[in-house]
């Protein structure tokens, strides 16, 4: 059965990008467009991993990693944060939340592919 | 993998495009003295996303803009950056870069590489004129809790003069920071297991606040209740229901002939269908509607910047936004009612001084209003200025050789507005320098199988009244016969019809004939000669006259046969063969036979200038 990954982004040509990337890639793919509905869709399922944009309107990426922690079937699956912005600061909190890791945007779709590549099959 | 990103281009501008629409609308609407902390977060929002997506596909000078725009808006949200009239001000002139380039990013031409560095250079600029070193409290907290902390914004992605082809194909973009940056890992996080570390990051958690399901369900559902469909989807759909409802006319038409009128299974089973189906119809066409606040939302800007430009005061007043119409309608209603309101602020609307002496408020005002009469949709263009004078129109057509005579209506005067070569010199060197007159204005609108009326009342203003049918693709109308052809009248333009008798016909010489109706000597055209065909009506009292009514006048039409009213699917002509005159479409009827829908308003116009012309 094929891996199944949650990518959280508000942009809709974004979420549709990544959707490409995966789907081609062989990954099943589920899109939420903010932190509610994908706090909902993780709740429903258990994702194999989740790749979140970190900036978007309401609750942020940081906010959505620390939440999708208190599930109790997602203490250790792999949440990427993908962001704009690489500064320290960004990158101590998204740690401090309990992301896996982080990715800057633009990104190269062949490095995203490896990173999941790593945690999922 | 190569991965072709010029796929998801089209999302991407129609996402950034509702950004800059709401930039604009957020600026137009702050305040400057106290700027709503909500709009300036907004503005900010809206700029980086449009960043992001930029990035991401390679528009380096949108990239570049929309970071110098971002950057000044985190000044502002910041408290560290005041918001002036020179801020707005140049934040929508880099907002019209931002448009200009995705537009020629969409089209394939070159982006306007030289703007979009000076319009990027001015915001950096201001933005770096800033009233504090640091930060102030609460509002830049939101994002960190540390204090005195860095600027969120980074530097941008350099813009640079050569140009990336092979960067803009695949998402790599060659100004990418050094590439050991772009990623990576927490190891702590990493979920290779280890007791302790997922201890610790429970006990971690324990205390964080979790976001609520329960509630947020329903948000994010209702969120999440519209997608974005390509009219082109859309359109086939509406062509299969069309057919649908032809092939249903001619089942109908076919079970009349064989049965008798006794109520049976099959009339119940065919009027079950003709339910549905008008429901389905109903239903595929509202898919099509959308509400005229997207057209409605850009003269704000239009108004402000013209009043501006002018010297004049304005106050736009805006009703209705949420009147839908079909989106086909809505693309060709906008360049009308932009000219049309910039007549009324050109034209219309005095200056300050001239008002003041007449006794109004130095402040014009100009009303959009847009609402639902019957099966059509009404949108008005209202100016409080000083009205249209009808001596000088007068006089002004005789100038330029346009046939009129004292006699005329007032309603008739008004619409010489309307007339090729009418336009003055002062309209053509249009401000948006398109030259677009009031004949093509009126033109565009009876394409569209609307009409457009004028009222108005020397120093206390004009009021432009546009109606347009709901949709374009079905029609309201009376089947007409002559000999053995069907003609469908579109219903909104009929007045009456009555059996003419020979009493009320006259020839009067050089008009060719008319007839008496309720005192009025209305031009009678017989549709066997316009069209060449041969009618059955000999006498004038063998056939029917219809009366049509358009802006400006009536025209009589003489035919031998009322059919019957029907709703039609209208099937364009000028696909199919070519544009004929006089006819602005066609439909497949009951009994599979073409029937031809004439263009009224075309009718009444070409009749009235050849009398006029006479007169």
Redesign the interface.
Known sequence: MAASILTVD?????R??LG??LK??GYEVVQA?????A??YA?EREFDMILTDQ?M?G?DGI??V??L???PAY????IIMLT????D?I?S???AA??????????????L?E?VRK?VS | MAIDLKQFHDVFFEEAEEHLSAIERLLLNLDVTRPDPEDVNGIFRAAHSIKGGANMFGFTEVSAVTHAMETVFDGVRGGVLDISGEIIDTVLRGSDVVRGALAAQRAGHDVDAASAQTIASQLERIASAKRRASPKGPAAAAESPAPGSAEVAQPPVPVRGVSDEAGRQTGVSAEKPDSSHDFGFFEENLPAPSDTASLARGGEHAGAEPMTLGGTHAHGAAENLSIRVSTRKIDRLIDLVGELVIGHSILRREHEVRMSDSVDTMALGLANVERNLRDLQDAALAIRMIPIAFVFNRFPRMVRDLAQKLGKKVELTMAGEATELDKALIERVTDPLTHLIRNAIDHGIETPEARAAAGKPETGKVTLRANHQGGSIVIEVIDDGRGLPRDSILAMARERGIAVSDSMSDSQVWQIIFEPGFSTAKEVTDVSGRGVGMDVVRRNIHEMGGRVEVQTEPNAGTRISIKLPLTLAILEGMSVRVGKEIFIIPLSYIAESLQPTAALLSTVAGRGQVVLVRGEYLPVVSLADAFNLPGDAQRSDEGILVILEAEGGKTALFMDELMGQHQVVIKSLETNYRKVPGVSGATIMGDGRVALILDAAHIVGLCHSRLDRAA
Not at chain 1, 10 to 14: G, K, N, R
Request: proline letters at 7%; zero cysteines.
């Open positions: 508000d942009s809709a040509s974004m549709q990008m490409f990337i081609s890639a467009a903010n932190g509610e509905e706090m909902t709740s900036n309107p609750s906010s959505l620390r939440s922690r208190t599930l203490g250790r699956t792999p704009t912005e690489s500064s600061e990158k909190r998204g740690r309990g992301a896996t890791g982080w990715m800057v945007k633009p990104f190269d779709p062949n490095r592919l990173i945690f």
